[in-house]
């Protein structure tokens, strides 16, 4: 029997680093919203955007992941170190936004409707000027279990 030898360490490091690799970092945050044009009659709000009109508010309890993708350092063997992920997360977002009125107390939504889509771009432009630009970032927002939305798209 033949057994193989193994590789040289750098053709391992060059296998490893011709890869890419996602990390995924998941959270939480609870908020309040509207959806409304201020320009708009309750009507037609309401016609638009249904019971998420009303006046006084309503909660979700948001699922945010967050996905960095790129090639594993051969020195750390990470993409990206999930424990910086997480405080960066933490200090753009979760602390922005968990326990908010996003419309009231929330700067990016004072004028920009707070829709699913809206804040998940919001979270993308509060997090990619953070991360190295060799990494790419995703980020898929749940505002209730069974409706998600993703941005940027096509991954």
Known sequence: MHLAQPLPLPIVEALVMSKKVAVIRKEHFNAAHRLARADWSNEQNEQTFGRCSYPNFHGHNYEVEIKVVGEIDTKTGFVMDLKVLSDLVSEKVLDRFDHKNLNVDV?????????????????????????????????RLSE???????YPVGY
Request: one cysteine or more.
């Open 107 to 139: 700067e990016e939504f004072k004028n920009l409707n707070p829709t699913a889509e809206n804040i998940c771009v919001v979270i993308y432009e509060l997090l990619r000027p953070h991360l190295d630009q060799k990494l790419d970032l995703f980020i």
């Open 144 to 150: 209730t279990p069974r409706n998600f939305v993703e």
